[in-house]
Each structure stands twice: as C-alpha cells, then as structure tokens.
C-alpha cells in the first residue's frame, strides 16, 4: 500500500530553534496538506498545495512558519522560531484533485518544544 | 466556530453490538464527508465517505448515513470488534472551496469484549 511518509516522527528541541518537517506524498497525488494536531483545537489545517502551488496558508502563523513544495515528491514545513505553544503533532496527508476523493494521511511528526 | 461537530468523545460498546457515531456540520457548501479512523500514534486512517448526493454508503461493516435537511451524518459499525476500538474522526470538504478537510473533535470508541 502506498502510504504518505513523514520525517521525523518525533522532535524535541528548545524554544528559538529552527524546526523543519519533511513530507513525501504518495506518488500521483498533486494535493498536498498539512494539519497541526492538539489537545485544545483538535485536527486542524495550516496550509495546503496543489500542483506544488500553495493555495491556502490562512491556518499558519506566516510571521513564523512556511511551507514549501521544492518538487513534487517533497514538502516542507518549517517553524521559525519555534514556540513552546508550537508543541503538537503535524500531520501531512495528500490526495488527488478531483472531487470525492480521500486524502491519506501519513504517522505525522510529534514535536514538543521546551 | 465549529463547522463539524462530534458531541459525544467517548462510546463504549460490547462486542457483537452496533456502534453508532454521530456528526453534524453548519455549512450546507460542504458536498464530501468522510470518516477517519485514528490510533494511538498512528495518522488518521480514511474509513468511509459519502457525496451529498447520496444517502448511504455502505463497505462491509461500515455504513454511513447523509440527512442533509438535519445536516447530520452517522456511522454504523456491525457488528462491533474489539479491534474497532480508536478515535474516529468525521470529516467535511466542499471541492469548490479548496477540498480541505474541516474535521470534528473525534469520538473515542471502545469496543469491549
């Protein structure tokens, strides 16, 4: 089964570090999302792509976070500086862009931030 | 505001019984509801989806209910396994708006034996 993969699956690291997470989609899939997980807000999205062209980034805070596509099997996200309210899990999920289609979601990356 | 809404976070079931998960969304522009299915550790699993033409849709075990006039959606699982036990995710995306998923709180389902 093709999955999506997500590196790393955890990160711990001190307030001020630069964190990135790194996403490979499943192959063929042009969409591509990625979701912060916590406690208070549950499942909810920071940014999407399609085709490698960001289209939505309204759920970041964009004075610290990016996300970027460098090609189409690879996508980041970066924090910048990180924040102990950044502490989470990402998840990264990919799909096809027509209508009525899944995404897939790979193990997500749990970062924690001290 | 919270499009997507799963009022109960936790169900408990006996095996062999139905389970029965609920959800209910305030945007009518949502056209593809899914369910998820998550555990521990893992990524959310896609379970189950249904287009708002539709009423029901059914995959072994698996059925899920659409009533767009109430805007509500229900997931059946029978019978119920021990290996059903996780948190299930309900999910909705409208294609005009980008296919982004507007998830629910998730429903943590155990299912005894």
């Known amino acids: 089964d093709a999955r999506v993969t997500q590196t790393p699956r955890d990160k711990v690291t001190e307030m001020g570090q630069e964190v990135t997470m790194r996403c490979q989609p499943i192959?063929?899939?042009?969409?591509v999302f990625w979701y912060r997980q916590t406690m208070m807000q549950g499942l909810e999205l920071l940014a999407y792509f399609r085709n490698r062209a960001p289209l939505d980034d309204s759920g970041m805070p964009k004075d610290r976070f990016s996300a970027e596509m460098p090609d189409a099997t690879l996508a980041t996200l970066k924090i910048q500086p990180s924040e102990p309210r950044d502490s989470a899990v990402y998840f990264c999920?990919?799909?096809?862009?027509?209508?009525?289609?899944?995404?897939?979601f790979g193990d997500g990356t749990r970062l924690s931030i001290l | 505001d919270q499009q997507v809404k799963q009022n109960s976070p936790s169900l408990s079931v006996q095996e062999g019984r139905i389970s029965i998960l609920n959800c209910d969304y305030t945007?009518?522009?949502?056209?593809?509801f899914l369910w998820y299915k998550k555990y521990p550790a893992e990524g959310p699993t896609f379970l189950i989806s249904i287009s708002s033409i539709k009423d029901k849709n059914e995959d072994g075990r698996f059925t899920v209910f659409l009533n767009k006039s109430a805007k509500h959606l229900s997931l059946h699982i029978v019978p119920s396994q021990p290996g059903d036990s996780a948190v299930y995710f309900c999910a909705a995306s409208s294609y005009n708006q980008g296919g982004k998923l507007i998830f629910g709180q998730g429903t943590e389902l155990s299912v005894k034996p």
């Open positions: 999920a990919s799909g096809l862009d027509t209508s009525n289609q899944p995404q897939h």
């Open positions: 945007n009518s522009m949502f056209d593809y």
């Open positions: 192959l063929g899939h042009n969409t």
